[in-house]
């Protein structure tokens, strides 16, 4: 309990949201639990009405005598994925939480990390698909980062689609560029809505494909990495 009390406040503070009472409050439940040092007893007196500036440094030295690292405030936002997988699978973050905190973490790369981005596109553009499976999106999203983070993926890689017709993994074709109109595996002649499913294949011209937020669609290409 300590350790997932500890990740939240170390989560907090590198998103900047922890405020002076975070931190006291954090000192106090952490005596409550067993821990003991000289800085953690003078934190936890601290006047909780004070700015974080004024208890970081003591803070800081609570630290480094209970042997706990903070992150860097310039770390890869990599990094602070641990302490969101373990708050959230200690039930004290939703898994919509989870997602925003990693879609948050996309936002930190400048948009440059493609796996983290893929989180971003699931809550920003996938998301309204998944509805009340979004806890189990995110429980079984958890294993697929774990084998995507040490591949090298395209920057495109969140706005993939996957074609069950073709096999084709890839980016899609926007619909005001297609042209001859799309075909359709099931023989509808009447576009989909573009809010239920705005992905056609760049290769057949098949609608629908799949976001890669499917799981069925994000195994098949990191499969392909498999040696």
């Known amino acids: 309990m300590a350790e997932t009390l500890t990740d939240k406040l170390l989560l907090n ?3 900047k949201t922890a405020m002076g009472e975070d931190y006291v409050e954090w000192a106090v439940q952490l005596l409550l639990r067993g821990e003991d040092s000289p ?24 630290c480094d005598e209970l042997n706990i ?25 939703s898994a919509k939480e989870a997602l925003d905190k990693m879609s948050e973490l996309y936002e930190a790369s400048e948009f440059s990390d493609p796996l983290l981005g893929l989180w971003f596109m699931v809550r920003d553009d996938y998301a309204p698909e998944l509805g009340e499976e979004i806890d189990r ?4 999203a958890w294993p697929f980062y774990d084998r995507a983070q040490v591949l090298e993926l395209p920057q495109d890689f969140p706005k993939f689609v996957g074609c069950d017709h073709c096999g084709h993994i890839g980016m899609p074709v926007p619909w005001n560029k297609l042209n001859p109109p799309i ?26 494909a799949r976001h890669i937020g499917h799981f069925g669609i994000l195994e098949k290409y990191l499969s392909r990495f498999n040696s």
């Open 13 to 15: 503070r590198w998103f």
């Open 39 to 62: 800085s953690l007893r003078v934190l936890a007196g601290l006047n909780p009405n004070l700015e974080r500036y004024e208890v970081e440094p003591n803070f800081l030295e609570t």
């Open 69 to 93: 690292r903070p992150l860097p405030p310039d770390c890869n936002p990599r990094s602070v994925v641990p302490l969101i997988r373990r708050l959230h699978r200690s039930n004290l973050m």
């Open 137 to 140: 999106w995110v429980e079984d």
């Open 183 to 208: 075909k359709s595996p099931i023989g509808a002649d009447a576009r989909p809505k573009e809010t239920v499913m705005p992905y056609v294949c760049a290769v057949c011209n098949t609608c629908p």
